[in-house]
């Protein structure tokens, strides 16, 4: 029997196989270019992420989940059906697979509503949904008990959850638009007023990942290449880490805001559980060097991470789609 976990991010799509020795079977973005104003599907995934700011007006971006939720179903329908294509499961498996879908934490019903018209759409039968702290703090590694708490934080690229979370359920939670794309958009930014440099998204996300960091001593140079602010033509210069660093910290600062406030909510003996467990960090904002030490140092915690922590929420379904009783515990109802 087929079974699945799968993470609909606003940036990216994730898909975990749990009755193989598969793992993840797919990580590609969740963009869908369109042609026209039929909205005439050019491509989907990585290679519809590859046309962004090289298309000519007829062509759009169009990313069908935002902030968390579905706000273009044809288009996540058509990119789903896709996905599932790409990792060899054909139409006909779809209403015998168990699949196991990851939401943001406290969404709404007609947020969730929308998660389940997806899966309807799409042929799907045996659906669970699943609130992501739950997924990113099995997927980090952390044991999930009745009366031993876990605080995790994961930060992915339009959405962060924070929570406090047990066996028993979510003590206390929070899901923030705020992610990797406003350090992306803020670089931009950056390089635009120190350097006269106008740069693309993709330029920005491959600047980040190869020098972004939050260390003191932040070394590393990287060439961007866009177009000039002053001559518009064609141009390039030469990119600092240190100058990326405010860029991330602020984005970074304004999620511990929010974590704090969960945190400040706890009951006592929570809170105590909590600090000696450490903080338990996942998405792929945690790859950035001195990222997870700067959180830790901050929240005066000790964190956690694991080896791969951007495939954390997928990681985390496969080992609920391989506990019936843990996975009836967590996955939640829709409510008439």
Known sequence: MIKLAIDLGSSMTKIYRADTNSGVVLAEPSCVAVVGNDETVKAIGKEAKNLIGKTAERTTIVYPVYEGEIVHMNLAVIMLKEFLSRIGIKATALKRAHVLFSVPCGLSNRVLSGYANLVEECGLKKVWFVE??????????????????????????????????????????????????????????????????????LTAEKIKNEIGSLSPSALGTVVAEGSSLETYKPSATSVQAGDLTDCIRVYVNKIM??????????????????????????????????????????????QRVCEEPQFATVLGGGVLLRDPVLLRRFAKQIEE
Request: charge should be negative; glycine fraction near 12%; hydrophobic fraction near 50%.
């Open 132 to 201: 992501q702290p739950y997924l990113a703090a099995l997927g980090a590694g952390a044991v999930l008990t009745d009366s031993d708490p876990v605080f995790c934080l994961d930060i992915g690229g339009g959405v962060s959850n924070a929570a406090v979370v047990s066996a028993d359920g979510i003590i206390a939670g929070i899901s923030m638009n705020v992610g990797g794309n406003n350090m992306d958009a803020n670089i931009i930014s950056k390089i635009a007023n120190n350097n006269k440099l106008l740069v693309g998204a």
């Open 257 to 302: 805001e929010y974590a704090v406030e969960v945190l400040r909510i706890l009951p006592a003996e929570v809170a105590a559980i909590v600090n000696r467990n450490g903080v338990y960090l996942s998405g792929g904002v945690m790859k950035i060097p001195h990222v997870p030490q700067y959180i830790g140092a901050n929240l005066g915690m000790r």
